[in-house]
């Protein structure tokens, strides 16, 4: 198999309120509106705000957003955040903010000595 894209669907329970937040206080640009839903550039991927949710998805959903800057964010975000930034026992410095719907969001910084910036190939 060969995968050509990705996207990450998302269905949330108030449209609005969501798109507002991925395009106004997460930053991200819109790559694409339908009727019903909104496509996001994400990194290397997309994200794709459509449908409807009757609640929220639990702790079994999460984006994990790399960030080049972990305080930065921390202060833009500062009121969505429902856990502080930490460095994790894995090496990573990580901080959950969540979206409207509830959705948790881990921003992740990795630190520059980090084996995910290396490669460990010889």
């Known amino acids: 198999m060969e995968v050509l894209a ?3 669907l998302l269905h949330p329970v108030d449209m609005q309120r ?3 937040f991925y395009r106004d206080v997460l930053g991200l640009a819109v790559a694409r509106e339908f009727p019903g839903g909104t496509v996001f550039f994400l990194g290397g991927g997309f ?3 459509s449908g ?6 639990g702790d079994a959903v999460a984006l994990w957003l790399q960030v080049r800057d972990l305080a930065a964010a921390h202060r833009e975000l500062a009121e969505h955040v429902v856990r502080e930034p930490r460095q ?7 901080m959950w903010i969540s979206d409207p ?3 948790r969001i881990v921003l992740v910084q990795v630190p520059e000595d980090h084996p995910i910036r290396r490669d460990t190939r010889h």
């Open 6 to 8: 990705s996207r990450v």
């Open 18 to 20: 969501s798109v507002a």
């Open 47 to 49: 994200l794709e705000v």
């Open 52 to 57: 409807t949710a009757d609640g929220p998805p």
């Open 88 to 94: 994790e026992p894995w090496g990573l410095r990580e």
């Open 101 to 103: 719907n509830g959705t």
